[in-house]
């Protein structure tokens, strides 16, 4: 079935570790995304990748670093720099505006990481 | 800047008591309202997407309104398995050569109990 795969689903991390979070998707969809989630609030957006090798900084992207070296993957590290990393993060795949599509995303089960 | 603000952040209804959910939104040029379903611990699930004031879409119990200022989410006899976090969230035209497909603002959500 095709779908998103984000890993681990669970995560605790020292203060002052760098962690990198998984992202999968067998959608064939040109366009990714990282989102954070707190208690609360909306999802806001750290970064997004629209094409292979390219990614822009979302609203929230202090902190965070992503790569885009293969269409089906898009990894978020979460450093150090990062002042309150505790969160919820949903990864999300979309179709490109070419090809029809728009704000319809697909997202994954999503990655909560613990600083401890 | 894009906003949207949900109303009520919870709402408690018994099995069958049909009620609505509000999305107020401002947004520099509309090209897209979307509802998201959310369970706990996973990722959204997207239901509609509304495009012009006017517009209605329907699933199942759920169907979605769009006015100009405002989106409603009405649910007609709910059951237990309709609990869920409801998601609202908006995508405006992109300038002239640029693109936001993707780029979605949300709102915080509402949180809806549904009592058998």
């Known amino acids: 079935d095709g779908g998103i795969t984000q890993s681990p689903k669970y995560l605790f991390r020292k203060e002052g570790q760098n962690v990198t979070l998984s992202c999968e998707q067998n959608?064939?969809?040109?366009?990714m995304y990282w989102y954070r989630q707190d208690p609360g609030q909306g999802l806001r957006l750290i970064y997004y990748?629209?094409?292979?090798?390219?990614?822009q900084k979302g609203d929230i992207a202090e902190g965070y670093s992503v790569s885009r070296e293969k269409k089906e993957s898009f990894p978020l590290t979460v450093t150090s720099a990062q002042k309150n990393p505790t969160a919820f993060y949903l990864c999300?795949?979309?179709?490109?505006?070419?090809?029809?599509?728009?704000?319809?995303?697909?997202f994954g089960e999503g990655s909560r990481l613990t600083v401890l | 800047e894009d906003q949207v603000t949900q109303s009520p952040e919870a709402l408690r209804l018994q099995e069958g008591e049909s009620s609505s959910l509000n999305c107020s939104y401002t947004v520099s040029g509309l090209r897209g309202l979307f509802w998201y379903r959310q369970d706990p611990g996973k990722g959204p699930e997207f239901l509609f997407t509304l495009y012009s004031a006017g517009e209605e879409k329907e699933k199942e119990r759920l169907k979605a309104t769009l006015t100009k200022k405002e989106s409603f989410l009405h649910i007609t006899a709910p059951k237990p398995e309709d609990s869920a976090t409801y998601l609202c969230a908006v995508q405006h035209t992109p300038n002239a050569g640029g693109t936001s497909y993707g780029k979605l603002t949300f709102g915080q959500g509402t949180i809806l109990t549904v009592h058998p």
């Open positions: 990748s629209q094409i292979v090798n390219d990614f």
């Open positions: 959608l064939n969809h040109d366009a």
């Open positions: 999300a795949s979309s179709m490109s505006r070419n090809r029809g599509g728009t704000g319809e995303l697909f």
